[in-house]
């Protein structure tokens, strides 16, 4: 008995060793882990990290009566309650302007529509001529953070780009050329907003103004000259700096106390890899490794950034480490699985619209060749438009076609399809092309 008794007492001194030596273990990693934490927070406070909500404020002060927000918000309050004889029929009109000729009904629709809305549209262009723009937000909501002005923008630059393709087409250019321009500023506008969607937003506001000016190129040198001024001054380059601090921020907000982590990603029970997203929940220790991470990868990405003049090189590279984290059955894994902003959609998005700019400068070459010569040139270095294609810095494309010609680029899938476009395509593969004369 007092053998057995002996043996047992061993056994529980053991045991306790054990667990002394695992909790001086957990305390000597957890000490360890949060000075690896405080090393970090330090060392992204030095490259701009958003640590806070406030941290997102514009840090350049601008009066009330200088901030174009206001002024957007009162346009979109007004065309939200103008009451319009068909709404749908104009919207419809609208939409199909820059895709088809429209018949006599819808011309009347859209005229109806456009003039029923003027008064908006009038608003949103005063907004345009403003300094500055910063839609107020409670950044510290995280990710519920909504965005109803977003949307809004497309409508008025929808209108605002029609009102200047009719203006245009009525010989008055000088007066399309100032709505494009407010168009073009609209978009600056809401670059500027720190948010990744708004990005994307200001890509598609450009976008409808290089539909107009593609619907305006002609033979004609007064609306020549107008097409390459507008074109001149889309953006050559954005300020992304703002979007990566959100996209920070967010990501650091997603791994705080107190945050129903599951109820955010919407996980159901039979969903996969819930215990990982609890043990994130509940675990402090897990919940701060993931901040390390999220603190390393961000802080590496802000640095770079301001360091690399190729940010198309350094979104690539951010996305490449997203993927590879995300890959990782754990909690950080999933974290950055399922809210880290996938950046290569947003390069692609910006070489889209790279590449409508250098389209448009290089036909508008192409057609003063044309009316000076009397011929078309043979070659894009022929008509001095050696435009770079931006997806790989190749030469764009260029290629003479029955009555006109057409320019272009390559692509998202970096493969030379022809000149096809995804119109005649009917689906990938296909390249980014300006056709002239557009086709039917």
Request: proline letters at 4%.
């Amino acid at each position: 008995m007092k053998h057995k008794s002996r043996k047992g007492q061993r056994l529980l001194a053991s045991a306790a060793g054990l667990i002394v030596l695992a909790l001086v273990a957990v305390f000597v990693f957890s000490g360890m882990q949060d000075r690896a934490l405080t090393d970090r927070i330090a060392a992204a406070k030095k490259v701009g990290f958003p640590l806070t909500g406030q941290d997102l404020v514009p840090s350049i002060s601008f009066q009330p009566h200088e901030n174009a927000a206001l002024v957007y918000e009162r346009a979109i309050s007004t065309l939200r309650t103008t009451v319009f004889t068909d709404r749908s029929a104009g919207e419809l009109a609208l939409y199909e302007l820059f895709r088809r000729e429209l018949t006599s009904k819808e011309h009347a629709d859209l005229s109806t529509y456009l003039a029923e809305a003027s008064p908006a549209v009038a608003e949103f262009k005063s907004a345009t001529a403003m300094p500055y723009c910063y839609f107020e937000k409670d950044w510290d909501k995280g990710a519920s953070v909504t965005f109803p002005e977003y949307s809004r923008a497309k409508d008025f630059v929808r209108a605002l780009t029609a009102v200047a393709l009719l203006k245009a087409q009525e010989g008055k250019l000088g007066e399309a050329e100032v709505d494009l321009l407010c168009a073009l500023r609209a978009a600056a506008h809401f670059q500027d907003q720190p948010t990744f969607i708004a990005t994307l937003v200001s890509i598609a506001l450009e976008r409808m103004v290089s539909s107009a000016l593609e619907h305006l190129l002609s033979e004609d040198e007064a609306a020549l000259a107008m097409v390459e001024r507008v074109a001149q001054s889309m953006s050559d380059q954005w300020d992304l700096s703002p979007v990566l601090r959100t996209e920070a921020f967010f990501m650091f907000w997603l791994t705080r106390d107190g945050l129903d982590l599951r109820r955010e990603i919407g996980l159901k029970p039979a969903d996969g890899f819930e215990p990982a997203v609890d043990l994130l929940q509940k675990s402090a220790f897990v919940r701060r490794s993931v901040r390390i991470a999220v603190l390393d990868a961000y802080t590496h990405l802000l640095r770079d950034y301001k360091l690399n003049d190729d940010e198309r090189a350094v979104l690539e590279d951010f996305d490449n480490l997203i993927t590879s984290i995300s890959h990782t059955k754990t909690p950080t894994g999933i974290v950055f699985q399922t809210f880290g902003t996938q950046f290569r959609g947003l390069a692609e998005s910006l070489d889209r619209a790279r590449s409508r700019k250098a389209h448009l400068l290089a036909a508008v070459r192409v057609l003063e060749h044309r009316t000076k010569t009397a011929t078309w040139p043979m070659t894009l270095s022929e008509a001095g438009a050696e435009f770079k294609d931006p997806y790989n810095g190749s030469p764009l494309r260029f290629r003479l076609d029955g009555a006109g010609f057409r320019v272009w680029s390559v692509g998202e899938d970096g493969h030379d399809d022809g000149g096809l476009t995804q119109q005649e395509a009917k689906g990938p593969p296909f390249d980014e092309v300006l056709v002239y004369p557009h086709l039917p």
